[in-house]
């Protein structure tokens, strides 16, 4: 797909991927309260029968609090990974490309988080603006030091 992007001068059209990713995220922000916790819900009872077919032991663990903020984590590691991979392409800089990367997903994790205050049934929270940013950094962290091994 990089080299696609290269050769016939789409690089531009790259930009699409991380604004559809935000739009993927505001979908599932947008959810209240019951939906949000039906879809969580669906993935830890998944979770529950792996972990009995594993014959794994979860029986302290909150799954519900622990799917939820993997959620969060997972899907800006995503964002921060398309930004860095479209800023990069199309920048060919790989400090400023980071540095955009986890500024620009960082704050959408803070917009994130704030429409969910006027959502039903959702809160706004510090701490998943926190996770939301270390799924962003984990995300770039990692796709420059790929870039490094490339070199």
């Given at each position: 797909?990089?080299?696609?992007?290269?050769?016939?001068?789409?690089?531009?059209?790259?930009?699409?991927?991380?604004?559809?990713?935000?739009?993927?995220?505001f979908?599932?922000?947008?959810?209240?309260?019951?939906?949000?916790?039906?879809?969580?819900?669906?993935?830890v009872?998944?979770?529950?029968?792996?972990?009995?077919?594993?014959?794994?032991?979860?029986?302290?663990?909150?799954?519900?609090?622990?799917?939820?903020?993997?959620?969060?984590?997972?899907?800006?590691?995503?964002?921060?990974?398309?930004?860095?991979?479209?800023?990069?392409?199309?920048?060919?800089?790989?400090?400023?490309?980071?540095?955009?990367?986890?500024?620009?997903?960082?704050?959408?994790?803070?917009?994130d988080?704030?429409?969910?205050?006027?959502?039903?049934?959702?809160?706004?929270?510090?701490?998943?603006?926190?996770?939301?940013?270390?799924?962003?950094?984990?995300?770039?962290?990692?796709?420059?030091?790929?870039?490094q091994?490339?070199?």
């Open positions: 797909m990089l080299e696609r992007a290269k050769r016939y001068g789409n690089k531009k059209a790259l930009y699409l991927l991380p604004v559809l990713w935000m739009g993927v995220i979908y599932f922000s947008h959810q209240n309260g019951d939906e949000s916790s039906q879809v969580s819900g669906w993935f009872d998944f979770v529950i029968r792996v972990a009995e077919i594993l014959n794994l032991d979860i029986t302290g663990w909150n799954l519900n609090l622990l799917v939820r903020k993997a959620a969060h984590f997972s899907i800006f590691a995503v964002l921060g990974f398309l930004l860095f991979l479209t800023l990069y392409i199309n920048r060919q800089k790989l400090f400023s490309s980071s540095v955009y990367a986890f500024a620009i997903g960082s704050i959408y994790g803070v917009f988080e704030f429409h969910q205050y006027f959502v039903p049934g959702r809160s706004c929270q510090l701490t998943d603006m926190l996770i939301d940013a270390s799924g962003v950094m984990a995300a770039v962290l990692i796709s420059i030091g790929v870039m091994l490339k070199r």
